[in-house]
C-alpha cells in the first residue's frame, strides 16, 4: 500500500514539471518565488514525510491484523502419580543386652498388663499377741454365804450358779443367773455372773446388756468394770477396755487382774511400753503372781529383747509349778527355741 502511494507521487511530480499546469505554490520566505529547485526539493520533503507516515501506517496495521502471539504449549494432563507409601513409623530400638555377669531376660510379651495384690510377709513365728496365747484374766465371780443359819433362796440360786461357772458350765451357769436375777433384781454379783457366763459363749449382745446393768446399779464395782473391758476386748474395742481396765486398777490397786488386762489392751494396740511399765509395776506388787510374769514374759518376746523373756518365762514356770500343764508346756517350747 505505500509503495502504490509512493508510486502516485512520482507521477504527478512529473507531470507538474513537464506539463504547462504547476501546482498553485505560494513564493517561500526569504527567497525568490517560482524557482524550479526549491519547488523540486519541497515536493521530494512532502513526498518523504508520506512516506515515512505510510510506512508506520503499514507497520502499525500489520501488527493489529497479525496473528496473536504464539503460547507455549500446554503440556498435555499427566495421569494423577500413584500414592506413595508413606515411610515406616520409627520402631523403638531393642535395649541392649545386659552385661555378661547379669542374666539376660526374656522379651516380655503384649499381653494385658495384671497386677496382683503383693503378698503380705508372714509374721515373725517369735511374735506371739498375750491375749491369744493367753486370755486376759476374768474377774472371779465369787460365792455368797447367807448371813445367819438361815437358807436364803436366791443365795442359794446364785451360788448354784458360780459352781456351775466354775465346772466349765457356761450355759448351766447362765440359767442360775438367771433366776437369781430375776428374784432379785438387784442383785449386782448375779448380774456380773450371768454377763460372765454369756461372755463364755460368745453371746456378745446379751453379756453386754447384763455388764451394763451391774455398771448402771454399781458404777465403782470392779469386777463388773474388769468383765466389761473384756466385753470390749472381745468386740474389737480396744481403747475402750483399755479405758475400763485402767479404771478398775485405780479403784482395785490391789487386785492384779486389772493390771494384766491393762497391760494386754496396751499390747495389742502396740504400746509395749507402757504395757512393759504396767506389768513391772505389777510384778513390783504382786512378785509371785504367775500371770504377771507370763504376760511380761510374752511382751519382752514381742519386743525381740530374748535374754528379758527368757528371765520372765522362767519365773513364771516356778510361779505356776504345774498348775497349768498345757501353758506351761508352751513355754517350756518357746525357752528351746530361744537356743
Known sequence: MGVSLLQDALRRAQKTGDGPSQLPLGPLPGGPAGRPK???????????AAFVVGAGGVLFLSRM??????????????APPAPVAPPPAPQAAAPAAPPASVP???????????RFPARRAAPAAAAEDPAVVLPPSEAPVERKDPAGTAKDPVLETFNAGVAALERGDAEGAARRFREATASSP?????????GLSLLRQGKLGDADAAFSRVLALSPRYVPGLVNAGLLRLAEGRVEE??????RASEMSPGAPAPRVNLA??????????????????????????ADVLYHLG???DRMGDRGRSAEAYSAFLSASAGA??????????????FR
Not at 491484523?65 to 499427566?78: E, T
Not at 477396755?241 to 485402767?246: K, P, V
Not at 497349768?324 to 527355741?337: D, N
Open 324 to 337: 497349768r500343764p498345757s501353758l506351761e508346756e508352751r513355754v517350756l517350747e518357746r525357752l528351746r527355741s
Open 186 to 194: 438387784t442383785l449386782v454379783e448375779g448380774w456380773n455372773g450371768l
Open 65 to 78: 491484523s497479525a496473528a496473536p502471539p504464539a503460547q507455549p504449549p500446554v503440556p498435555p494432563v499427566a
Open 38 to 48: 526549491t519547488r523540486v526539493k519541497l515536493l521530494i520533503g512532502i513526498l518523504a
Open 104 to 114: 539376660a531376660k526374656p522379651a516380655a510379651k503384649n499381653a494385658p498388663s495384671r
Open 241 to 246: 477396755s483399755a479405758a475400763l481396765f485402767a
Open 264 to 289: 494386754v489392751a496396751q499390747a495389742r494396740l502396740g504400746r509395749f511400753g507402757e504395757a512393759e511399765e504396767t506389768l513391772l509395776s505389777a510384778r513390783r506388787r504382786f512378785p509371785g503372781n
Open 298 to 300: 510374752t511382751v519382752y
